[in-house]
């Protein structure tokens, strides 16, 4: 075999194993893009993100997702103000950050139609909303949980800021402060409801935010660092498909995606009780998001909480939901 022939027939063979091997493989890894996502580990929050890692939707689009965890919202934002991630995933604060131009809004991912709940102690003798008066209420403040008790309170004619004490504290604080009965009331979202449920027997939840549904319609949903939005659109669109993906096997499949998702991340909460954690979010199709985008439904809910952030935390030149959130994107990565 003449010397040109085996030098030909060794470099289609490297070639040949570079492209089903090692080359292959490194273009492939090469070609995910990697994205820092923040989120919060309540059901509301994750479950797209663990159903669509489960489904390989994110790796299909080329994405490759560090995910870090975070308590509340406050902390999201503050760290993606401060470089550390991209996007995140959040509740209401989601409708905070972005109205004083920190943040752009892209995603929705549902209404917390019940998580937040508000729970008292059997001791206490509080029966209705009225009886709050003059009592300390532990929650954390600026976060879904305040803006509905906020809600509630007002529902009553209490005045929050005079008529009732809140007490600030981190969740896992607060829910500990009314276990330990430091407090008689807290004002929490799912999941926390199962530590209370679990060691606090005699303990009632009064009220949840489906009593005051659409009026404080709470959205939860996903931001992005306002750098980051305006360099990477693309990247946005694969993860806005992506997910995509994962809920539409969330709305056909809701009890398979409930058992999914307590076996892959709840496991500490009984898989019946976070049934019912998981139905009280309102989950919608595609399509029936791509409506709610059109027709400005999905800016006015976040409107109402924002109106909410610009009085309690006295934003000033507030940037309105129809400007810091953009529909584009969404309509772009699930066609109409």
Do not use: C
């Not at 600026?142 to 008529?163: C, E, I, M, Q, Y």
Request: proline letters at 4%; zero cysteines.
């Amino acid at each position: 075999m003449s010397m040109q022939r085996r030098t030909f027939i060794k470099a289609a063979a490297s070639t040949a194993a570079l492209s089903f091997t090692g080359f292959g493989g490194a273009a492939f890894a090469q070609a995910k893009t990697k994205v820092r996502v923040g989120y919060l580990h309540t059901p509301a929050v994750d479950s797209h993100i663990w159903l669509g890692q489960n489904m390989g939707s994110f790796e299909k689009q080329g994405l490759s997702l560090e995910l870090v965890k975070f308590t509340t919202g406050l902390e999201l934002f503050q760290a993606m103000i401060g470089g550390s991630l991209d996007v995140l995933a959040t509740g209401a604060v989601l409708s905070n950050f972005p109205a004083r131009g920190q943040g752009k809004v892209f995603l929705l991912n549902d209404i917390e139609y019940a998580t937040a709940q508000l729970w008292v102690r059997e001791e206490s003798g509080i029966k209705t909303l009225a009886d709050l008066k003059g009592k300390q209420i532990s929650t954390t403040t600026g976060t879904t949980a305040h803006v509905f008790l906020d809600r509630a309170l007002r529902s009553v004619n209490l005045d929050p800021a005079k008529d009732v004490q809140i007490v600030n504290q981190r969740m896992s604080e607060a829910v500990t402060s009314f276990i330990a009965g430091a407090v008689p009331a807290v004002a929490l979202w799912a999941p926390f409801d199962s530590a209370v449920r679990q060691k606090v027997p005699g303990a009632r939840k009064i009220v949840d935010a489906s009593a005051f549904y659409p009026q404080a319609a709470i959205m939860g949903g996903w931001a992005a660092r306002n750098d980051y939005f305006e360099k990477n659109r693309p990247v946005l669109v694969a993860l806005i498909k992506a997910w995509a993906e994962a809920n539409q096997y969330i709305v056909a499949n809701p009890d398979q995606a409930a058992e999914t998702l307590q076996k892959l991340q709840y496991q500490d909460v009984p898989l019946a009780e976070f049934k019912e954690q998981f139905k009280a979010t309102k989950y919608y199709s595609n399509a029936e998001w791509v409506t709610r985008y059109q027709d400005g439904t999905a800016a006015k809910w976040l409107q109402q909480v924002t109106d909410f952030f610009v009085q309690s935390a006295k934003i000033e030149n507030a940037v309105p939901a129809d400007r810091y959130f953009d529909p584009k994107l969404f309509l772009e990565a699930v066609k109409p």
